[in-house]
């Protein structure tokens, strides 16, 4: 199994950034992308970006380019733990959703949420205008 853990969202004003976090442990072997997706109420999940984390390579959904900047820190200890971000900038009101990490194996549809098998519980994150 592999566990996510996402930190770093909240409250914060239009045009202001936020960095969030999400830490992937357990068995990490079974996973070579990670992603964020964002739900806001009464919308669909929709994928923002997402990385292969064997070579860093990056999608980037159309609404967030240029905004938004997906990467990875790998830090290889007892348990395996790898570590994606997803630096905001440029908020608007839009971008407010619950904010999630997934992680898949050979995902072909990259920021397609049916390709990722584990999932985090989710972080909040409210731009005010």
């Known amino acids: 199994q592999v566990q996510l853990v996402e930190s770093g969202g909240g409250p914060v004003q239009a045009g202001g950034s936020l960095r969030l976090s999400c830490a992937a442990t357990g068995y990490t072997t079974r996973i070579n992308f990670m992603a964020w997706f964002r739900q806001a109420p009464g919308k669909a999940r929709e994928g923002v970006a997402a990385l292969y984390t064997t070579d860093g390579t990056t999608y980037d959904a159309d609404s967030v380019k240029g905004r938004f900047t997906i990467s990875q820190d790998n830090a290889k200890k007892d348990n395996a733990k790898n570590t994606v971000f997803l630096q905001m900038n440029s908020l608007n009101p839009e971008d407010t959703a619950m904010y999630y990490c997934?992680?898949?194996?050979?995902?072909?549809?990259?920021?397609?949420?049916?390709?990722?098998?584990?999932w985090g519980q989710g972080t909040q994150v409210t731009v005010s205008s």
């Open positions: 997934a992680a898949g194996y050979m995902v072909a549809d990259h920021l397609s949420a049916v390709e990722y098998s584990y």
